[in-house]
Nanobody, 116 residues
Framework: QVQLVESGGGTVRTGGSLSLSCAAS????????MGWYRQVPGRQRELVAT???????NYADSVKGRFTVSRDNNKNTVDLQMNNLKPEDTAVYYC??????????WGRGIQVTVSP
């Protein structure tokens, strides 16, 4: 099973930027969908941005135009560039690999905090 490790989280002011990186322990070339989710206390985990193996992307409406997901099947990494951050973006961000419906592998999560 692939293992996912996130890095790059931290605290940033409103309007600032952060870049998250997810390093996979094995090849991600054959993984159907990879990307990022986030979760705050008391709320369900929600999709942020994903990319299919063929390059198709999917973004939450709340982050469109601000976040960019990228996937490097040679380096086995999935990155999330976050620009123009808002306090509402504060959450624990999780790297995700989806092999098929109802089968997901998750990273342990990394905190992103956006201060007013």
């Amino acid at each position: 099973q692939v293992q996912l490790v996130e890095s790059g989280g931290g605290t940033v002011r409103t309007g600032g930027s952060l870049s998250l990186s997810c390093a996979a322990s094995r090849s991600i070339r054959s993984i159907a969908v990879m990307g990022w989710y986030r979760q705050v206390p008391g709320r369900q985990r929600e999709l942020v941005a994903t990319m299919f193996s063929g390059g198709l992307t999917n973004y939450a409406d709340s982050v469109k135009g601000r976040f960019t997901v990228s996937r490097d099947n040679n380096k086995n990494t999935v990155d999330l560039q976050m620009n123009n951050l808002k306090p509402e973006d504060t959450a624990v961000y999780y790297c995700n690999a989806q092999y098929e419906v109802n089968f997901h592998i998750w990273g342990r999560g990394i905190q992103v905090t956006v201060s007013p």
